[in-house]
C-alpha cells in the first residue's frame, strides 16, 4: 500500500503528460529526451550513488549479487528475442531493455519494510546494478546503428547514463564529501529529472495504445516482475539465507523498469512510443507484485 500511494504523483504526472502530448510536436519532445538523456538523467544518476556511502567491506558480495540479477535479466530477454517471431529487432532491443532495468526511486521507497541498514545495502546494488544495466541497454541499442566496433566502444564508454554511474560509485566509495557548489548544481538538475522523463512518457503514451498485450511485451514483463524475484527467492530459501542482505536483493530483483527506458530509446532511434508502453505496464503490474515481494522480503529479514 506505502508503494501504491507513493507512485500516484508520479502517475498523475504522466496522465498530464498524456493530456498535453499531442499539443506540443513531437520533434519537441525528442529535444526534451535530449535534454533528459544528456543532463537531467545523469546528474540524477550521480546524486543518487554519491550521495550515500558505499562500504568497501559489503561491496564485493553485494555489488555480484546485483551483477548476476541484471545479467541474469540481460540473458533471459535475449533468449526471449530469439523465440519472439513478431518484432523487428529495432524494437525488439528497445523493448528488451525492460527486463533488467530497474526503477530506483521506488526501490527507496519499497525497502521501508526492512530495518533500516537495508538503505546501505540497496545503495551498493543500485551504484552496480545502474551502469551494468545501462552498459547493456547501450550496447543492445547502438549496436543496430553503429557497425565500427571501435565506434560502438566509444559510444557506449561516453555515454552520459554510464559516466555518471561510475562517477556516482566512486564518489561514494571514497566517502569524499562533494563541495556545496557541485552538490547544489547536480540535485538541481536531478530534481527536474524525474518531472521531465515521466512527461515525456505521458506525451509519447498518448500515440500509443496499452492494449492489446503482445506475447513478447508479456514476457519481458513477466521476466522482470516475476521471474528474476521468483529465482532470488529461490536461492535464498534454498540456501536458508537470512537476514536484511538478501531481503534487500530481493527487493532489488523485483522492481518495476525505470521509467527513463524510453530515452534512451528515443536517443538510439528505436520504437519510442512502444518501450513507453512497456514501461507502463510494467509500472502498473508492478503495484500488485512489489507489494507481495516486499512481504516475501519482510519475513526474511526477520528471521
Known amino acids: 500500500m506505502n508503494s501504491l500511494i507513493s507512485l500516484l504523483p508520479d502517475f498523475a504526472i504522466i496522465v498530464f503528460g498524456v493530456l498535453i502530448g499531442s499539443r506540443i510536436a513531437e520533434s519537441a519532445w525528442k529535444q526534451i529526451d535530449s535534454l533528459s538523456y544528456y543532463l537531467f538523467y545523469p546528474a540524477l544518476l550521480f546524486s543518487a550513488a ?12 553485494i555489488g555480484i549479487m546485483a551483477f548476476a540479477i541484471v545479467t541474469v535479466g540481460l540473458l533471459l530477454a535475449l533468449a526471449a528475442g530469439r523465440v519472439s517471431a513478431e518484432e523487428t529487432v529495432q524494437n525488439t532491443d528497445g523493448i528488451a531493455q525492460n527486463a533488467w532495468r530497474f526503477n530506483t526511486a521506488l526501490g527507496f521507497v519499497a525497502i521501508a519494510v526492512l530495518p533500516g541498514d537495508a538503505i546501505a545495502v540497496l545503495a551498493i546494488a543500485v551504484g552496480i546494478g545502474i551502469p551494468l544495466a545501462n552498459l547493456y541497454a547501450v550496447v ?19 555515454n552520459p547514463f554510464l559516466l555518471a554511474s561510475l562517477a556516482g560509485v566512486l564518489v561514494g566509495l571514497s566517502g569524499a564529501s562533494l563541495p556545496s557548489l557541485v552538490t547544489g548544481f547536480s540535485e538541481r538538475l536531478a530534481g527536474a529529472a524525474i518531472p521531465i522523463v515521466l512527461l515525456s512518457l505521458g506525451a509519447a503514451l498518448s500515440r500509443a495504445r496499452l492494449w492489446p498485450l503482445d506475447s513478447y511485451t508479456i514476457t ?16 535464498i530459501t534454498i540456501g536458508n539465507f537470512q537476514g536484511v542482505v538478501p531481503a534487500t536483493l530481493l527487493i532489488f530483483s523485483a522492481l518495476p523498469t525505470a521509467s527513463s527506458a524510453h530515452v534512451l530509446a528515443s536517443r538510439y532511434g528505436a520504437d519510442r512510443g512502444r518501450v513507453a508502453v512497456v514501461v ?10 512489489l507489494p507481495f515481494w516486499a512481504a516475501v522480503a519482510a519475513s526474511i529479514a526477520l528471521k
Not at 220 to 235: A, D, E, G, R
Not at 282 to 288: E, K, Q
Open 50 to 61: 554519491s550521495q550515500r556511502p558505499i562500504d568497501v567491506d559489503a561491496l564485493l558480495l
Open 220 to 235: 519481458i514483463n513477466t521476466i522482470k516482475l516475476v521471474c528474476l524475484p521468483s529465482l532470488v527467492w529461490l536461492i
Open 140 to 158: 543492445l541499442l547502438a549496436k543496430q546503428q553503429i557497425r565500427s566496433r571501435w565506434v560502438l566502444a566509444k559510444e557506449v564508454l561516453m
Open 280 to 289: 507502463m505496464q510494467s509500472s502498473l503490474a508492478g503495484l500488485i507484485t
